[in-house]
């Protein structure tokens, strides 16, 4: 694709000087961060909670490693995919609204390489600030809870990669489609809200990318996860998403 | 042994093996749309190794290997189509942006100061420019834009409505209108960001907006208002703008010195989030310049210059004339007038008229105006009556006579001889010919009527 490692150079130098770099990472590393801390320091605070009032008993199991990882992921589900969704709502209608797009497409760059930049580029950030996320929730998690499943939760990192992939993907059509960043980042909660509703189903949960998350809680936790047919599926989903955003905006007016 | 094979492979028990499968079924399919998609919208003379009917029948046939032999083998590079046709952009402009970079080097870099001066001053930012060109010479071949019987709207509006001109390779080409007129909308479609609703758009020889077509890499575009990556400077941005289109190395480090020359930008090393309306400007007729383009399409480039910049800006329009084709809009009667050999007046989405400045000027009326100015009018006026090349006169209002001729160079001759025979002192005669803002005008107060 013409003008690819250009503009994929340009889109990941523009992460890194720009409030891009803040957004996701720091959701990320804030997650890595505070999971284990609140872990560690709940049973306390409860307690104290606990004996400032008479008769009044709260029992909260001993914290672990296990409990610390949990949280984590679970703040990568939520807090990080709002974070995502709202941050991404412009990626694409952003440039166009700025004008810098049209000076970027009147040249040889061609518009489905604009686009798979833009997905690509946040994918790799994301993926980069995953990883360094979850080594710094591994290693607060073990100076204050001692060692836990880390193999494990690598495991379902990577699951969640997957989801983050298909929201970025998601977030990449619905800015090409819709011009208002709000409405695109509104249609990304909706998106994710729906599959937050299939997750509940058994069905859906297992054979779409709504089971994701579940798969991903079910790794850490080293019970049985259904997690190949939702990573696929997934996958699938993300592929269709940028196939559509590229198709859409190759006929688009600038 | 062939059921106990099918049990294991029909197992649900190995989800890994469907995931695999799930994976590969999707890269193969999207290998193959990307080969299709991408075989459908090239041109066949962007095909190497055979017809398109051959790649299109191994990418069927031969299942992930025909879309991968068709993807790193099948296609020509943007790049290498320039240099065969010895177009002045990709590889080739790389190769010439030594001698440019070479040149802008030996006149030295100015400093943070040159950036409120504008352009490279005393000429050198137009021979920067026309150095990155061949000479000028050889019979122009087609023309470098047609447009026939174009159509825009938007909603109700019409933006365009039957818009037909040709503009010759090479010329200095002016397009002027009214606000509103329907020049964006056309340099949009020329740069291929808008389409067109009906109608034909050739440029270069080439159609704009047909699947495959891609006349992008040997254009260079300037919207009227140009936006830049704030966080980047002006060297980023000229480094990023030529890796587009595929310069790179010593190559594209000379373009760009030479541009920033030309810019007045060198030693710059403000962000662009921090420039003046005129700075942008002059980076953003930088960056249309960065591969050499055989069609510059300019909207409105000296609008947001002063005079100087604007004057540069002019030289530098007028130094590309013959070595590549440059069309552009603007408000600015005067810059047309002093640049341009061809224009094409607009109204409404519709062209008024298209001719040579020379010619437009002439259709006021097909006669020429003088002014005479001498110490006794009313005598001159007396002799005047009986000479053949005279059509009309009356009397100026700072007291000279405006005369209406149909042989200039007959009465350019004449006068001086009858006033010197009636002893009168001339003390004025000049040429009073229409200027193009009185064609201009005319011509929009004749449509609308």
New interface residues.
């Given amino acids: 694709m013409r003008g690819f490692a250009a503009f994929f150079r340009k889109e990941l130098r523009e992460t890194a000087h720009t409030w891009r770099l803040f957004v996701l990472p720091g959701f990320l590393l804030f997650s890595a961060l505070s999971a284990p801390l609140i872990t560690y320091f709940t049973p306390l605070l409860v307690d104290r909670l606990g004996s400032a009032q008479e008769g009044f008993s709260i029992q909260v199991p001993e914290p672990t490693a296990l409990a610390a990882y949990v949280e984590y992921l679970g703040n990568l589900g939520e807090l990080t995919m709002f974070a995502l969704v709202i941050a991404y709502g412009s990626i694409v209608s952003g440039e166009l609204r700025s004008g810098t797009g049209a000076l970027t497409l009147a040249k040889p760059l061609s518009r489905g390489a604009f686009v798979l930049c833009k997905w690509l580029s946040q994918a790799l950030v994301t993926a980069v600030a995953a990883v360094a996320a979850s080594a710094l929730c591994v290693a607060v998690t073990a100076a204050l809870l001692g060692p836990g499943p880390a193999w494990r939760l690598v495991g379902a990192v990577a699951v969640w990669a997957a989801y983050a992939a298909l929201m970025l993907a998601v977030m990449v059509l619905l800015s090409v489609l819709l011009p208002a960043p709000a409405a695109a980042a509104g249609a990304g909660m909706g998106v994710y809200a729906g599959l937050v509703v299939l997750a509940q189903f058994a069905a859906t949960s297992r054979a779409t990318p709504a089971g994701l998350m579940g798969a991903a809680v079910a790794l850490l936790r080293g019970e049985p996860a259904q997690w190949a047919q939702p990573v696929s599926t997934a996958l699938l989903a993300t592929a269709l998403c940028l196939a559509a955003a590229v198709w859409r905006f190759s006929r688009r007016e600038i | 042994m062939p059921a106990e094979t099918l049990i294991i492979a029909a197992s649900p028990a190995s989800?890994?093996v469907?995931?695999l499968l799930?994976?590969l079924i999707?890269g193969e399919l999207?290998l193959l749309?990307w080969a299709l998609l991408d075989l459908a919208r090239r041109p066949k003379e962007a095909v190497t190794g055979g017809t398109k009917i051959l790649w299109l029948a191994l990418c069927l046939l031969a299942q992930i290997v025909g879309p991968v032999l068709y993807l790193t083998l099948g296609r020509v590079r943007?790049a290498a189509m320039s240099a065969e046709r010895g177009a002045p952009g990709g590889d080739q402009a790389a190769g010439e942006a030594g001698a440019v970079g070479a040149a802008a080097g030996a006149e030295g870099f100015a400093g943070e100061g040159r950036a409120a001066e504008g352009f490279a001053g005393n000429g050198r930012a137009a021979a920067a420019v026309a150095a990155m060109y061949p000479e000028p010479g050889g019979a122009a071949s087609a023309p470098a834009v047609e447009l026939v019987a174009v159509a825009k709207r938007f909603g109700n509006a019409a933006a365009l409505d039957g818009l037909t001109l040709t503009v010759p390779e090479g010329s200095v080409f002016g397009f002027l209108g009214p606000n509103g007129a329907g020049k964006t909308t056309t340099l949009?479609i020329l740069?291929?960001?808008?389409?067109a609703d009906a109608g034909a758009v050739r440029v270069l020889g080439r159609h704009v907006g047909a699947p495959g077509a891609?006349v992008?890499?040997r254009?260079g575009?300037l919207?009227d208002?140009?936006?830049?990556?704030k966080?980047m400077t002006a060297a980023e941005y000229l480094r990023?703008?030529g890796?587009?289109?595929?310069l790179r190395g010593p190559a594209l480090e000379a373009r760009v010195e030479a541009l920033l020359e030309l810019a007045g930008l060198a030693g710059v090393e403000t962000r662009v989030g921090g420039y003046s309306r005129g700075m942008r400007q002059r980076l953003?007729v930088a960056?249309a310049l960065v591969?050499a383009p055989r069609l510059l399409l300019l909207d409105e480039p000296t609008s947001a210059l002063d005079p100087l910049g604007r004057r540069e800006v002019l030289d530098m329009v007028a130094a590309l004339r013959g070595r590549t084709t440059v069309f552009f809009s603007t408000h600015i009667l005067a810059d047309v007038e002093r640049v341009c050999d061809t224009a094409a007046i607009i109204d409404k989405g519709r062209v008024v008229t298209q001719a040579s400045v020379a010619e437009l000027r002439r259709r006021r009326g097909g006669l020429h105006r003088l002014l005479v100015e001498v110490d006794d009018p009313w005598r001159l006026e007396a002799e005047l009556q009986s000479l053949p090349w005279l059509r009309g006169f009356d009397l100026a209002p700072d007291g000279g006579l405006r005369l209406s001729v149909d042989d200039l160079e007959a009465a350019q001759r004449a006068i001086p001889a009858l006033v010197s025979s009636l002893g009168l002192a001339l003390r004025r005669l000049q040429s009073d010919e229409p200027s193009l803002e009185d064609v201009f005008v005319g011509l929009l107060e004749a449509e609308q009527a």
């Fill in positions: 989800p890994l469907w995931a799930a994976l999707a999207g749309a943007p949009r740069a291929g960001l808008a389409h891609d992008r890499a254009i575009y919207p208002v140009p936006a830049f990556y966080w990023f703008a890796s587009l289109f595929g953003g960056q591969n």
